[in-house]
Structure formats: C-alpha cells, structure tokens
C-alpha cells in the first residue's frame, strides 16, 4: 500500500489509525522516530541527540512546552493541523523508565509540560535502496525490520547515562555492501551509512543470535547473505530506560516500526547537515 | 607561563617555535587540534567528524584546497597572517596511515592538494574547570594529559573504518564528578562532558592499565581519586591508522598536546552548537 501517497496524507491516514508500519509509505519523504518527555529532562536529552546523531540524528522539536501542534525548524511539519499525540500510527508510553503500554493517540496523557523531540529514521532511505535494485528484505516480506540491541555504548548526556546504540538490520551479499553504503551515506540526517557488517561485524556489536532480535521481526537471509546494521531510533527509547526512575513523569515514543512521515524530503538532506543554515 | 597571552599572540610564539604544550595557554579560547589530508578523501574525513562529534567535533577547515592561510567559518582564525604549517607548536606526519616523523612546521611537505581540518580539543574547558576549583593534574604537574585507546567504535565513515575512539583522562574525586560533568557540558564542540568515569567507566572502555597511556604522559592519583575520560582530538589520527594504505599522499596532524589557539572563546560556545546558524 501506499506508495504514491504524500507525506500529509499519510499523517491523516495515521491519524485515522488506518496505517500501521510506516515502511514504504510516501516515498521520498523523511520519516521521524519520537521521543515526548517532560520539559525539566529536554535540555539534556537535546544534548544527547546533538552527542550521538548517528542514533539520535534531532529532526526537529515542538516549538513551545505543552504546545503538540507546532515543530522547528518549520519545513519538518508544515500542516497547520498537525498533532504529536495523534499523527503517529502508534505510541509507547513509560513510566518510571520502564514500558507501560502501547496507545493508538496520547490525548489524555498528554500535559502542558511535554516537549516532543523528531529523530531521523531510516525508513527514510528505503526507497533509495529500491531505486539502487537493492530492496530491503522486510519490504519485500512485509515485516517488520528487526532490530538488535548493540554493544555501542550511548555517549552519556545529563541524566541519560549507560545508554547503548539499537541498531537495525537489513540483509545483504557482500558484494553490495559497497553500493548500500554509498546509497545511505548522504542520509545524514537519518542514519546515514552503516555502523557495522557482516558476521564479524555482528559479533562486534554483541549481536548473538540474529535470527532473536530486541524489536521488530527476525529477517530471512538468502543464500550467501550477511547483516548490514544501521543506528536506529528505537535508541532514544533505551536512553530513557537506562535514566530509570531518575525521569518523574510519562515519557512517550513511537511505537517501532510506526513513524511519522514529515514534509522533508531527499532534496532537504543536504540543508539538514550540521552546521548547514536551515 | 602564559595565563595572559591572547590567540594570535599565542600562535605567533607557536610558529616561532617558542611554545610547546598547549596546555592553560591563553585562557579562554577555543583550542583546535588538527587534521590535513589530500582532498579526495575531504568528503569523506567530513562525514567522520559529523557522525563523531564527540571525539571529532568539527570547528573549522580550509576555504581552498591548497591554501594553509584562510579557515571558514571566518570567525575561528581572524588574523590574515595565519599558516596552517606553522602556527601549531609541532606536527606529525603519516604515510599510508603509519606515523613516520614529527615536525615543527609542515612548509616543505605540504601540497596544493592538502585540504585542512580543526578539530575541537578537551584543553578549551580546562579554564573553566580550574575557575570552579576543579583544575585538571597535569596543568598542576606540568605534564602531557594521558591519553588512551578505548574501545568505543569510530562509526564508520567512507574509507574510514574500524577505528576507535581516543580518550584523554584528568583524575578527580568521585564526590566532585557531578560539578566536573556540569562545567563541561556546555563545551559541545570541544568534547564537551565525559564520555566515562571511574574504575569500571575505565574497564568498560578496555583500559587495562591508567599508568600506561598511549599518548602523553601517566597522571598522579590523590587518595580515593578515580580517572574521568573525555573524548579525544586525536582520534582522526587513529582513523587514519585504520584506513590504512588506502590513503595515499601524506597526512598531517598536530602532535598530541601540542594545539592551535583559535579566536573562537567560550563566548562562541552556543553559537557552535550543531543545527545553529554561524
């Protein structure tokens, strides 16, 4: 479904709870993982984001405390009937540091005192992959892409400390891992390029069992075919677990796999660097 | 010697060859270690430092390949008579990714090919930690900072791969590590707070053994002190290790402990924060 849609379409449809994984929905737009947490823990966890923007690449945030409806910078959502509580497929919510529940919309749990963070995804990427004759397994399977908790230890921000990286896991042969690399390395923003590969490269992560992944389903690997890993923006969601009951309040993400699609598109990717004026 | 020197006073006692450890030298200002390599493998040095901030904080590079004298953005190196060859007390020189010799000034080796980078260095909060009572043993023993491979992955970048994170280490008091994390947050573009504390922060980054740094040299531990790490400037030139052969033509760094003055202060700090307009 749903590869001719536009990106504000997409959000009513998601609003509608008439869309679930966000995998190849409106192509050519950036997708954006979430993070919402109460207004005394943002400027640490901004300076997570900015220390680990492999993991953590920030897309935008709300523009006032409590205010769901407005994100800068102003191109990510440009709709003026926008809503963080609503327009993501699915939410989490945590207590304590811990998962309480999933929700289809966060409207009564939401409060004047919540500041939504937008990270990159690499869902973004996708259909680069697809145009380069290189589609990612789970679309194909119509999964949802599996994702591993790794080695790669969270540079501590504030009150998020012990932190590690989640990555995410697209199988292929070697011989394309060259290309698949040169494709996702533009997205900066959203990932970019793979942080490890193959076997080896698995074993590097900590990575033990492939075929068990933390979230998300197990992939099928064709003959000859190693893991490529990408960082994932689950990570923000493991940060707020390893902060623990030192966070007072609810805490909010993204369901995995259940993104929000933005107004960025590819041809942003090169003003979304950082340090580029936007 | 030197609390009082200015930037560009400082970086002529440099070029002259007057001045060695950068270390408490013209308090205030931002230090910058460095990086230059030939410009086909710019783009992809570039994309390291953005998806490293921590350990390769970007602050400026050359305008020109080929011309040492201007560094953008403007604001980093202001005096017309800067000389990327000199105006660091002392350099070091790789080929094919092995370190071959050090140097005082890099005029006869350097090419028109040469592109340059600066890289923010864990010296520019050293003032502020003293300013809080907190000043760093090797400013007080007048020693090199120790300086360590850790196991932190590099995330990979183009030819960069499979390196590591450096770390440089000050000792301190466990009760005073919440002030020392609190000063130095703000530093975002020059390492910024500590990436690991203590006896297990040092086991978990592989460090076997604090009396044997790899870079610059042991530190003095008062009763009941632990290491606390910061990323570390010389970094990129362990990326240029692990890349290896594949980089022909030389490579140019700064020798460890051996900075450039900038003119960037801790006034600049916020205005450097990745996604702020320069």
Redesign the interface.
């Known amino acids: 479904m749903g590869s001719t849609i536009a990106s504000q379409e997409a959000r009513v449809l998601c609003r509608q709870n008439r869309l679930t994984n966000t995998a190849g929905v409106a192509p050519g737009y950036l997708q954006a993982n979430l993070l919402i947490l109460p207004v005394k823990y943002a400027a640490d966890f901004h ?1 997570l984001c ?5 993991s953590c690449p ?1 897309l935008g945030k709300t523009s006032v405390p409590g205010d769901p409806h407005a994100v800068q910078p102003k191109g990510c959502i440009q709709s003026p009937d926008f809503d963080m509580r609503t327009d993501f497929p699915k939410y989490r919510v945590y207590e304590k540091g811990k998962y309480r529940e999933s929700r289809q919309d966060l409207k009564d749990l939401w409060t004047s005192d919540h500041v939504g963070f937008l990270i990159g995804c690499s869902f973004s990427f996708e259909d680069a992959l697809t145009a380069a004759g290189l589609p990612p397994r789970h679309q194909k399977t119509n999964t949802i892409v599996a994702m591993y908790r790794s080695t ?2 969270l ?4 009150i998020f400390t012990g932190g590690h990286c989640i990555v995410s896991m697209r199988p292929y042969h070697p011989s394309q891992i060259d290309r698949v ?1 040169d494709v996702t ?1 533009p997205y ?1 923003s959203t990932h ?5 590969w193959g076997w080896d490269g698995a074993k ?1 992560l900590g990575i033990t069992d492939i075929d068990q992944p933390d979230f998300g389903e197990p992939q099928v690997f064709e003959e000859g075919e190693v893991p490529v890993f990408w ?1 994932c923006g689950v990570t923000p969601q493991i940060a707020v677990e390893s902060a623990g009951a030192q966070i007072g309040g609810l805490v909010f993400a993204h369901e995995p796999g259940h993104m929000l699609i933005t107004d960025w598109t590819v041809d942003d990717l090169q003003r979304l ?3 580029s ?2």
């Open positions: 300076d900015l220390r680990n923007p492999v920030l790669i230890p540079l501590p921000a504030g690399r390395r900066l970019g390029e793979p942080v490890a590097r960082a660097r950082p340090g004026s936007t």
